[in-house]
């Protein structure tokens, strides 16, 4: 079992910055790819960033140059940095990992892009 706490989240200007945290309870975390989806209204989950243990790093198209993902295994955390938000940024982001064939998901986080 693995238990994932996202924080974070909330309500910024168009351009601004956010810093999403993904807490996990697993002592072994720093085995697992980790990785940052999130859901729109009306829309599919998708994949927003990913870091294997190795720390290869993969991005969706639509944040490429603006978001960041890191992880610090020591502390079993794995983070987002968001920059030059946008308003399609807008949803709720989850915290994804999983261990054989079983998914671990956090409770999500809203973001919100507004003026």
């Known amino acids: 079992q693995v238990q994932l706490v996202e924080s974070g989240g909330g309500l910024e200007q168009p351009g601004g910055s956010l810093r999403l945290s993904c807490a996990a309870s697993?002592?072994?975390?720093?085995?697992?790819?980790m990785a940052w989806y999130r859901q729109a209204p009306g829309k599919q989950r998708e994949l927003v960033a990913r870091?294997?243990?190795?720390?290869?790093?993969n991005y969706a198209d639509s944040v490429k140059g603006r978001f960041t993902i890191s992880r610090a295994n020591a502390a079993n955390t794995v983070y987002l940095r968001m920059n030059s938000l946008k308003p399609e940024d807008t949803a709720v982001y989850y915290c994804?990992?999983?261990?054989?064939?079983?998914?671990?998901w956090g409770q999500g986080t809203q973001v919100t892009v507004s003026s």
């Open positions: 994804h990992t999983s261990i054989g064939f079983t998914d671990y």
């Open positions: 697993r002592s072994s975390f720093s085995l697992n790819a």
């Open positions: 870091i294997t243990s190795g720390g290869t790093i």
